[in-house]
């Protein structure tokens, strides 16, 4: 016995040995790594790091990317530097951590105007001993502005901003002030935001005196250009971004260098080639949402004013302006009328904002969640429906009719992309395209289509869905079911058209007939598109099987429709939007009804000669059979496909004498 145990512990120290000694290289790899650094930092990094630039005379030079801190600054440049006019390295004027008072004033002139003379009502916030860096330092002043008259005129009104370090004199009007310890800057706190191109519409029914007046009136007020408004926002957000450290110049993101304050007297260091930069004072106005501001005109007289200070990560800092000023350049293209270029006019960015702010956050995180989960789901349905009509060998429980609708309403609906909207995005109209062409597929896969003359007809020529085959007795109950099946939608779906299309045409305006035709045809396929898989519910009832469905592919899509119901919540929609997202939800429901009524069994192959993704497997395994054994006779193996195409259990099947 203890020789047993001795012989067991021997692989278990083994073990404790391997592992110490894996332990023990890393660990001197490690060490290897961090020596090697320290050596390469002492001896070969020691000396000023430089970078090839081109000077103001477009020659190449080369500049220390180390610039010396503002106070070391030289009094001349070196022997043989050429001074740049534009820097290539800026780095930060002041120290980290340094504490800084800052003041705002209001004004409708762009001329700063001197602090002695400003009113008391014109500066809305004034702060001493701010520290930068700091991340619990907040300040926070709230007031109410008078708006002068100029800006009621649809003038700008602009914040003028004050900053120095602590003590230091603000005002760049007097004489002793020191732009090595204070600087200034504007920064307009009106908006001018273009309005999109929009198209007048009319009443098609009003009287030709009528829309004469209607057509005057439309070309007395149209503008010829965009319509720009001035909006203002209450709430203003100002961050300080601390540890921002030396930076490239030229090479600085443009959302980035707007905000960029540089040394106010031109100085450089030793090369000319770099200078330094004030720190940044974000305005923020990623959160200033276009529904949250108010139109300036004469009617308003005086306005709240709220002044957020605090610090801000670099990281955010540059995500935050980046995509607002992206946002800002696709409303301003949308507006022109101008191709647009990253597929949004940017009100998609508006409601994603407005999505953060008024959604609770952890039913955000799991929308976040169901919208990648309804991306990867809309892939693999996708997938899933090609893969299952290409394995299709026969139209049984098919509802040809219904695939034909199905091209007519996304055609429908791609048309009317096309006609009410000018700025819509290539990538939702390119998507349109190929859900098209992919159902014309479906129909090649089931019917041949063929263009036969038509003797006799205005049209000489006809589009002819031939069968590529002759249809079986099953085929020939689905072509039946699917006759019926739509004969009762069209008793239910025409009148109902009908009747949207009189009050359409009654109460709502168009742009032309054209136009009131699609978006009558649209609308009835919003409300009742649904309607297009009442053929094959019905087919599968009268079949009693669901074993022709594809099954991976519906359940992908229907998965999608409880994530399209989790949207209605937290996405701003109108009332009507909302309820028709739970439509498909009556037929899913439906569906698995079917399913539970209707059972498959994938161990065999099923009524309709259809075997799934087990046909192969079962040809491998029938191969090998034959393989082991070659004296089996002929009768025995048509028993076994007897077997299995009549779905009964082997147990209970007896082999032919």
Known sequence: MPEGNGAQRQPARQEEQQGSSMFSKILQAVAMWALMQLVMKQFMGGGQKTATVQDATGQAVQVSTSVPSYDQRPQRLDDGAVYNRVPQIIAPIWPENSQVDIMVTISPSFVPTPLKQTSADKVVFEEKKFTIGNWTDARTEERTIDI????????????????????????????????????????????????????????????????????????????????????????????FIPNTGSMPFAQTHPAVRQFLRLEATGARDGTGQNTWYYPILFVNTFWQLKSQMTIINETIKTMPMRIDLNNLAEWKFKTMASIDLSAKEAARAAAFGNPLTTGSDGSEIEMIKEIFLDSNPILLGITIFASIAHMILETLAFGSDIAHYRKKKDNVGISVRSI?????????????????????????????????????????????????????????????????????????????????????????GVPLLFAYAIYSLIYDTHKSWYSFVIATLVGSVYAYGFLMMVPSLYINYRLKSVAHMPGKAMMYKFLNTFIDDLFAFTIKMPFLHRLATFRDDIIFFIYLYQRW???????????????????????????????????????????????????????????RK
């Open 148 to 239: 002068p008259t100029e800006v009621q005129k649809n003038g700008t009104l602009w914040g003028h901003f004050y900053v120095g370090l602590s003590g230091a004199l603000l005002d760049p009007t007097l004489p002793n002030y020191d732009p090595a310890s204070a600087y200034h800057f504007v920064w307009p706190l009106t908006h001018y935001i273009p309005r999109k191109k929009e198209f007048k519409t009319r009443s098609l029914l009003a009287g030709k005196e009528d829309a004469v007046e209607e057509v005057e009136e439309v070309q007395e007020e149209q503008p010829s250009g965009p319509i720009i408004t001035n909006y203002y926002h209450p709430n203003i957000s100002l961050s």
């Open 404 to 492: 034909l609708a199905n091209v007519f309403m996304q055609l429908i609906i791609f048309l009317y992309l096309v006609d009410q909207s000018q700025n819509t995005s290539w990538m939702i109209l390119g998507s349109q395209g190929v859900g098209i062409l992919v159902e014309l597929w479906k129909i090649t896969t089931v019917v041949n289509v063929r263009i036969r003359s038509a003797p006799g007809s205005i049209i000489p020529y006809r589009i002819s869905f031939e069968d590529k085959h002759k249809l079986s007795e099953t085929e020939e109950k689905t072509k039946e079911y699917d006759e019926i099946a739509f004969k009762y939608m069209y008793i239910a």
């Open 597 to 655: 009524a209707y059972k498959v069994d994938y161990t065999r192959v099923n009524e309709f000669g259809q075997g799934g993704e087990d046909d192969a497997v079962e040809e491998k395994k029938a191969e090998g059979q034959k393989a082991v054994l070659p004296a089996a006779s002929e009768e025995q193996i048509v028993g076994t496909t007897s077997e299995k195409a009549s779905g009964v259990e082997a147990g209970k099947v007896k082999k």
